[in-house]
């Protein structure tokens, strides 16, 4: 019996013990139930989504009144209260959705947001506001506690008001370049509770007072204000305490200012940092070196970053005393150390190799020489080194082999000797390898890349004893996207590379001059080649064929300086993506084919074949070409007007070629980018027209040899980098970068200059030239030519020009060559020719010059007399005609000077007077005394007069007596 009732009360407390669990589970499922959206913020959410006028990626399709705003896509809400406190519709264009296109609205951010009473969360980052200022209300959401309006495109003059956000941990408005502060920056240090702030791109220049203000913030740990115009002068304020602002930031970000001269001290005491970067400033050393100032102390520190301080001229690193460094066991964070475009001009040192939770060094064009140390081998935890562009010597240590983390080695742009396979044996990981552009010798093997199986690019160009001994029947372990080894001469063995059959992933191929003679293979198949290069080398009969069905998604194929015999030019027309063809220096015939000309084309050089015919007149395409190069074929026709649109068009070479009539006025019109123009040696005619002179940019101006009229335009002023004193340059940017925009790199235009062709580099930064030789040209040189101030080479020589030599051509100071000869130029030689300490060649032959030779300045170098003759009223040095009587010259030659002209009109005057006498005498003669002299006629005159005076009265007499009939009648 007492088991049983035992056994009761058990299953009796069981059951009370589910009813409570089931009630506790009910009791917690009501609390953690997130509660609906309220109607009143919902409302609210509709009409801040309405004041958007587009929104192409459909982000706010989920917005709608039938659903939960809560589950709305960048909403969120208190689960208890169901109130919005979240807003997040940022477009961050470095994550994974990039692709998303903002929000677009032209009205500021709707008012709709203030009553969402509380949102707490407001990121609108990278959405487009339309330079619309930020509302006054977002001064009266003080629940936000995070406020992210960076690259909105918002303005403002001031933004007081956002100073009342007192709960915000986290402000973000950069990258809105329109917002000015007027200098007014003292709302922000009523921001007690900031901790992250980020004011890039926004100018500071007027606000003096800024670091002072931001030091009053007691919990600030992140500051970045990269592109603000800092200068010196607001880190020198006497009242500024640093001590307690700086022991506490975290992240400092003052990249791309104006700070200059020595790092500032207080950066020294900056114990806690974790990231410093002061990039592209100008400064010129750091006090102390880098390790004692921003290291030895600083264990926490992981990121620094004093790379593209080009005025930089110290040694960085400074020699340490102190062996063990100043961290505990050596155990410092520093994660990524860049110095990259910096002038170090120092060696390496070895006790970089300490680091050992290092993951990136750059140290590429900062002027480092010496060799590599074996101490960077290391570096366990490297993934990227550069080292690119300096001066680093000797070989490349094998332990760099026992980086197996490494990812990225450029060691490209030095003069390094030695290498061998035991450098990358182990480097499992290593994606890109790049060793080009050095001294290399030895020989690598299939063993050295045995490992490699995540090889994407491998660039060994322009090492040209560098060897690479690889079986016909070599499988690669990789699959290489970028293979570059232009220049590689004996890597080849002037034959296609068979191990490239089983590389299918190629997107880049450059194989430029290493002696490759044989065709294409077929086995060759690449379809996602989209840059092929087989430039400078001996490769023969037809190839295009093969190119179109063997690559057909190529956009770059550069197959100029080989020998090549095709005709078939016209399949490439098949190759939808090419937007750069450079088939120059080959033997390819026929006709170009409009097809070619299509929008995607940016660059063109068919230069030195034997094309003929008429280039595609309107046929075609060329909007955004931007370099054509036909020079040296046999085209003939007018200038293409398929190139009438081309506003893009920065080189335009015809020259060489059988081109004809004028040159069109759209040229000077439409053509605004035009750089280098040149179309000499053809057949144009007619004026140079003045619209030529709106070609602002323009730095080559060659029209010799043509069958040019009339003047040259006289304002020439306009050419406005013609007349600056240093030049900008054709193309810049490939002493840094490798990319199409550095095709000009290898390229070469020929100018007649200093009394020679000479080749000068498309990516010359110097060449300022005029030629408008062998024409036909009249007139004077005009005066404003004197206002070209950059121009390096003028040629003028083989026209009709008059008058004399500017005066003051001497102002012209980057002149290098000067020919005007074969003119009929008059006067004296100017003096001021003397202060053109640059010039190198003078031609003033073939003219009417006269007077003395001024043998002073620079005129004193010219020692030739081939630059002064067949001038016959020239004398004195180098010439073998002496001036008369030194002392009694200068008045010879003022009176040829000053009365010339008037000796000239006195015997025009006596010229003039003696013919209208002589004029007068022989015709008044001629009649009166033929008359006198000779009855007959003069019988036969009087009766003509009067046979004349007769029919004349006869004629006036009927028309009277007819007009009188017809009043009558009336």
């Known amino acids: ?350 006790w970089l190799g300490k680091f050992k939770n290092m993951k990136s060094l750059d140290l590429g064009y900062s002027k480092i020489y010496g060799p590599i140390p074996a101490s960077l081998g290391n570096l366990s935890s490297l993934e990227y080194l550069i080292l690119s562009g300096n001066a680093l010597t000797g070989a490349i240590p094998t332990s760099l082999g026992r980086l197996l983390n490494l990812r990225k080695l450029h060691l490209s742009n030095n003069r390094l000797e030695g290498v061998s396979d035991e450098c990358f044996i182990q480097l499992e990981n290593l994606e890109w390898l790049d060793i080009s552009k050095n001294l290399l010798k030895g020989i690598l093997t299939e063993a050295g890349f045995a490992n490699l199986s995540r090889l994407d690019a491998l660039l060994i160009d322009h090492n040209e004893h560098l060897s690479l001994d690889m079986s016909p029947n070599w499988i690669p372990p990789f699959q290489l996207k970028f293979l570059t080894a232009d220049s590689c001469i004996g890597c080849f063995g002037g034959e296609f590379p068979q191990w490239l059959q089983n590389q299918k992933s190629l997107i880049s191929l450059l194989l430029s001059n290493v002696s490759i003679s044989s065709a294409i293979p077929t086995w060759f198949i690449s379809q996602n080649l989209s840059t092929l290069n087989l430039s400078y080398n001996k490769m023969t009969g037809p190839i295009f064929s093969k190119i179109v069905d063997q690559m057909p998604n190529l956009s770059r194929l550069f197959l100029n300086d080989n020998v090549i015999n095709d005709s078939l030019i016209s399949l490439l027309c098949q190759l939808k993506n090419l937007y750069l063809l450079d088939l120059s220096n080959n033997r390819l015939t026929g006709i170009v084919e409009g097809c070619l000309l299509t929008p995607n084309l940016k660059i063109l050089d068919l230069s030195s074949n034997n094309f003929f015919g008429t280039f595609p007149y309107s046929k075609g395409d060329l909007s955004y070409i931007q370099q054509l190069n036909l020079g040296n074929n046999n085209f003939e026709g007018s200038m293409p007007i398929v190139l009438k649109n081309s506003q893009s068009l920065d080189t335009l070479n015809l020259g060489g070629n059988k081109f004809s009539g004028n040159i069109p006025t759209w040229v000077g019109n439409n053509l605004e980018s035009l750089q280098l123009l040149i179309l000499r040696g053809n057949l144009f005619n007619g004026t140079i027209p003045s619209t030529l002179c709106k070609l602002s940019n323009l730095q080559i101006l060659d029209l010799a040899h043509n069958q040019l009229e009339g003047v040259i335009p006289p304002n020439l002023s306009n050419f406005n980098v013609m007349t600056r004193k240093s030049s900008n340059g054709h193309l810049s940017g490939c002493e840094y970068f490798d990319d199409e925009m550095c095709y000009h790199g290898e390229k070469y235009v020929v100018q007649h200059i200093k009394s020679s062709d000479l080749n000068y580099s498309m990516e010359q930064t110097l060449l300022v030239n005029i030629d408008l030789s062998k024409n036909h040209l009249v007139g004077s040189i005009p005066s404003e030519i004197i206002m070209l101030k950059g121009l390096h080479g003028l040629n003028l020589s083989n026209n009709y020009l008059v008058g004399p030599i500017p005066a003051e051509i001497g102002e012209m100071e980057m002149l290098e060559s000067l020919d005007l000869s074969f003119n009929q130029l008059s006067g004296p030689i100017p003096r001021s020719i003397s202060k053109l300490s640059s010039l190198g060649v003078l031609v003033l032959s073939h003219n009417n010059l006269s007077g003395e030779i001024y043998r002073e300045g620079h005129l004193s170098t010219f020692n030739e007399a081939s630059s002064f003759d067949d001038n016959p009223y020239l004398c004195g040095d180098p010439l073998p005609t002496n001036c008369t009587i030194k002392n009694s010259l200068k008045p010879q030659l003022k009176s040829i000077d000053n009365n010339v002209d008037e000796e000239d009109d006195r015997w025009e005057k006596w010229l003039l007077y003696i013919m209208i006498i002589l004029g007068f005498i022989v015709g008044f003669w001629t009649v009166v005394g033929s008359l006198t002299l000779k009855k007959s006629w003069r019988y036969k005159y009087f009766k003509f007069v009067d046979e004349a005076y007769y029919k004349v009265h006869a004629i006036i007499w009927e028309s009277i007596e007819w007009l009188k009939g017809i009043s009558f009648h009336k």
């Open 1 to 350: 019996m007492r088991k049983l009732v035992c056994k009761e009360s058990s299953v009796v407390v069981s059951l009370w013990m589910m009813i409570l669990l089931l009630l506790l589970l009910h009791f917690c499922f009501s609390i953690t139930a997130a509660a609906p959206c309220i109607q009143k913020e919902r409302q609210a959410l509709l009409r801040f989504k309405n004041s958007f006028y587009d929104d192409p990626s459909l982000r706010l399709a989920s917005w709608n009144a039938s659903t939960d705003c809560c589950n709305w896509k960048g909403v969120g809400c208190n689960q208890i209260t169901g109130h919005v406190t979240i807003i997040d519709l940022r477009r961050d264009p470095w994550q994974v959705d990039c692709y998303l296109s903002p929000l677009y609205s032209n009205k500021s951010i709707d008012s709709s947001l203030f009553e969402l009473k509380y949102l707490s969360y407001l990121d609108l980052s990278g959405n487009y506001f339309d330079s619309i200022q930020i509302p006054s209300f977002l001064g009266s959401m003080v629940e936000l506690t995070y406020l992210n309006l960076s690259g909105t495109s918002i303005s403002s003059k001031v933004l007081p008001h956002l100073g009342n956000l007192t709960n915000l941990d986290t402000l973000d408005l950069s990258n809105n370049y329109w917002v000015d502060t007027e200098g007014v920056v003292e709302w922000i240090s009523h921001l007690s509770s900031l901790q992250f702030l980020d004011l890039t791109n926004m100018n500071f220049s007027k606000s003096l007072n800024l670091m002072q203000v931001l030091s009053s913030l007691p919990m600030l740990s992140s500051l970045r204000l990269s592109s603000c115009s800092l200068q010196n002068i607001h880190f020198s304020l006497s009242s500024l305490n640093y001590s307690s602002f700086l022991s506490r930031v975290q992240v400092l970000d003052l990249s791309n200012n104006q700070l200059s001269g020595s790092t500032p001290k207080a950066f020294q005491n900056m114990s806690s940092l974790n990231l410093l970067n002061l990039s592209a400033n100008k400064f010129t050393s750091i006090e102390g070196g880098l390790y004692s100032s921003f290291i030895e102390n600083n264990c926490g520190l992981e990121v620094f970053d004093f790379s593209w301080n080009i005025d930089f001229d110290a040694d960085l690193f400074v020699t340490y005393v102190n062996e063990s460094m100043g961290c505990s066991n050596n155990q410092y964070d520093l994660q990524l150390l860049n110095l990259g475009y910096t002038s170090i001009k120092t060696k390496i040192p070895d």
